[in-house]
């Protein structure tokens, strides 16, 4: 049985050693890739303040990725579309805390 590869990480590790540090969504008040976003896929939570991508609508345009200042839009080529970091939503902590090397 072949097995399901693992999620694609949505947070990206810039390494320079002896500083290696993680760009991931900064969920920004007014955010470009909402704008850009030609599906609709991508969103504001005015409530939250969450940029939310739904997976369902994107078509793999890829304007939100060239539009990010910061980079943390990732292409999934897999399943043509884009993941971002949601904040893990529905867990007590985000896999990227919990898994962080530099943790005490």
Not at 17 to 41: K, M, N, T, W, Y
């Amino acid at each position: 049985m072949k097995e399901n590869p693992p999620p694609l990480s949505r947070i990206r590790v810039e390494e320079n050693r002896p500083i290696s540090f993680a760009v991931q969504c900064q969920h920004c008040e007014d955010p470009l890739c909402v704008d850009a976003c030609l599906s609709g896929a991508m969103q504001l939570d005015k409530e939250t303040g969450l940029v939310k991508h739904d997976v369902e609508k994107c078509m793999g345009c890829w304007t939100c990725v060239m539009v990010c200042p910061y980079s943390a839009i990732k292409i999934d080529l897999e399943q043509n579309v884009v993941v971002k970091c949601d904040l893990c939503q529905g867990l007590d902590i985000p896999t990227c805390v919990a898994n962080c090397l530099m943790k005490p």
